[in-house]
């Protein structure tokens, strides 16, 4: 089985967090389709899934034409009221026939793609990670972007956030085998850039429902923390006035450090790649080390308070 998917992450473009119920409208993409909503451990929305049909040719790392015909699930979620992510991931299957069929049975297998002719797994999966999405090639991440940009033209926000943070892609293949225990896969993350990142995983049993909530998750808590790291670039904590670094990160502190909650959703399955995750590259410990030094920084900046009011009360007749 070979999961392709591709999960675009970004800040809600609204100034506070978004209430519970205008976030369940927000994600009300189908009318009459339940939005699913979450208290615990934190706020968690997620969108009914959509549907996409795609006959396109499908980005091989041999060059080989390769042609799909199919459906694309993609769905929105919102966490906490702040971060939005649009999600989209398709299972690559191989064709009962050489012949397109009508859109019928297609759409009889959401979020199926049959590949017409022959093709090897690894081939697709490490094309579709390396793809430039060449004019005519499956592009999820175009279906994940025009999500996201329609929910941030949705009439309830006031397109003020409180930080300019752009977005992260994380585009991500899964190939899984037929028996074994998902724990025991492997999973290969690798910032490729600025915004993008990929993930190569190899996991066993059938799990593709929680694979692509595992994305998901990890797909925020890099955004997370690359905002996180944005921010204290931006406010020059080695060299700008105390006062003003402080202003500039209290919007982190508010809007960002509550949201760190890594696997808290996740299927039991699941826990044992963010575990690897946390080994190397160490999401968490770069989080805490971030996240010390932006409170050490609030800190000194009492501290500097407090002794500039106490030389003024020294210094008052």
């Given at each position: 089985?070979?999961?392709?998917?591709?999960?675009?992450?970004?800040?809600?473009?609204?100034?506070?967090?978004?209430?519970?119920?205008?976030?369940?409208?927000?994600?009300?993409?189908?009318?009459?389709?339940?939005?699913?909503?979450?208290?615990?451990p934190i706020g968690h929305v997620v969108s009914p899934?959509?549907?996409?049909?795609?006959?396109?040719?499908?980005?091989?790392?041999?060059?080989?034409?390769?042609?799909?015909?199919?459906?694309?699930?993609?769905?929105?979620?919102?966490?906490?009221?702040?971060?939005?992510?649009?999600?989209?991931?398709?299972?690559?299957?191989?064709?009962?026939?050489?012949?397109?069929?009508?859109?019928?049975?297609?759409?009889?297998?959401?979020?199926?793609?049959?590949?017409?002719?022959?093709?090897?797994?690894?081939?697709?999966?490490?094309?579709?990670?390396?793809?430039?999405?060449?004019?005519?090639?499956?592009?999820?991440?175009?279906?994940?972007?025009?999500?996201?940009?329609?929910?941030?033209?949705?009439?309830?926000?006031?397109?003020?956030?409180?930080?300019?943070?752009?977005?992260?892609?994380?585009?991500?293949?899964?190939?899984?085998?037929?028996?074994?225990?998902?724990?025991?896969?492997?999973?290969?993350?690798?910032?490729?850039?600025?915004?993008?990142?990929?993930?190569?995983?190899?996991?066993?049993?059938?799990?593709?429902?929680?694979?692509?909530?595992?994305?998901?998750d990890l797909a925020l808590h890099d955004w997370l923390?690359?905002?996180?790291?944005?921010?204290?670039?931006?406010?020059?904590?080695?060299?700008?006035?105390?006062?003003?670094?402080?202003?500039?990160?209290?919007?982190?502190?508010?809007?960002?450090?509550?949201?760190?909650?890594?696997a808290a959703r996740l299927p039991e399955a699941m826990?044992?790649?963010?575990?690897?995750?946390?080994?190397?590259?160490?999401?968490?410990?770069?989080?805490?080390?971030?996240?010390?030094?932006?409170?050490?920084?609030?800190?000194?900046?009492?501290?500097?308070?407090?002794?500039?009011?106490?030389?003024?009360?020294?210094?008052?007749?």
């Open positions: 089985m070979l999961l392709l998917g591709e999960v675009h992450t970004g800040l809600l473009q609204h100034s506070t967090s978004l209430p519970a119920t205008l976030s369940t409208r927000a994600l009300a993409l189908v009318r009459g389709e339940r939005v699913r909503r979450f208290e615990r899934d959509l549907l996409t049909g795609v006959d396109c040719r499908l980005p091989a790392a041999s060059g080989a034409r390769v042609r799909g015909v199919g459906t694309v699930v993609h769905r929105a979620s919102l966490t906490g009221g702040r971060v939005l992510q649009g999600s989209s991931v398709v299972e690559v299957v191989p064709a009962d026939s050489t012949a397109r069929l009508p859109w019928s049975h297609y759409l009889a297998r959401p979020g199926r793609l049959e590949v017409l002719g022959k093709a090897a797994l690894e081939d697709l999966a490490q094309g579709h990670l390396a793809s430039g999405h060449s004019g005519g090639t499956l592009n999820l991440g175009a279906i994940s972007q025009r999500l996201m940009d329609d929910i941030q033209a949705a009439r309830d926000l006031d397109r003020s956030p409180p930080l300019r943070i752009g977005r992260t892609k994380l585009r991500w293949a899964a190939i899984g085998e037929a028996d074994g225990a998902a724990s025991s896969g492997e999973i290969t993350f690798v910032v490729e850039g600025e915004r993008l990142r990929t993930l190569r995983l190899r996991y066993g049993g059938h799990q593709a429902a929680a694979v692509t909530e595992l994305c998901e923390l690359s905002a996180l790291l944005e921010v204290i670039e931006r406010s020059r904590v080695d060299a700008g006035p105390r006062g003003l670094v402080v202003e500039r990160l209290r919007p982190a502190v508010e809007h960002l450090l509550h949201l760190w909650m890594p826990t044992g790649f963010w575990s690897s995750l946390e080994r190397r590259p160490g999401f968490t410990r770069q989080w805490q080390t971030t996240v010390n030094r932006i409170r050490d920084q609030l800190a000194l900046s009492t501290i500097a308070l407090l002794d500039a009011g106490a030389a003024n009360g020294r210094s008052t007749p």
